[in-house]
């Protein structure tokens, strides 16, 4: 696993998604500046709740369409109560934007959902 320095990431830290897609997932979506579109990186704390807090890392052109691919991902089909939790914690939770990433498509790049 990655490390900076003395920090050492856990998985409820945002570092731990950010220092993860950099050193694994980048290899699979980022080639170059040249080629690739620039993304906004939406690191979204506090959601996917099973008992404590989940994250997920996303990367979208804009915050309606990251909601949306959240949306899609995290609540797919026709239940209503899912979809209300959902919605519910992508609006209260923090969010930190890394802009202007390059990266070929918007999607979900990591998760982990909360647990005991």
């Known amino acids: 696993m990655p490390t900076h320095g003395n920090f050492i990431p856990t998985k409820n830290d945002y570092w731990y998604f950010l220092l993860n897609w950099l050193c694994y997932g980048s290899r699979t979506h980022y080639s170059s500046t040249l080629s690739?579109?620039?993304?906004?990186?939406?690191?979204?704390?506090?959601?996917?709740?099973?008992?404590?807090?989940?994250?997920?890392?996303?990367?979208?052109?804009?915050?309606?369409?990251?909601e949306q691919i959240f949306m899609t991902k995290f609540a797919p089909g026709n239940i209503d109560y899912a979809k209300q939790c959902r919605q519910k914690e992508f609006n209260e939770a923090p969010i930190k934007v890394i802009e202007n990433v390059p990266y070929e498509k918007e999607e979900v790049v990591s998760y982990v959902y909360g647990g005991g």
């Open 36 to 66: 690739s579109k620039q993304m906004n990186l939406y690191i979204i704390n506090e959601v996917l709740y099973d008992y404590t807090y989940g994250m997920c890392v996303i990367a979208a052109e804009s915050l309606p369409r990251c």
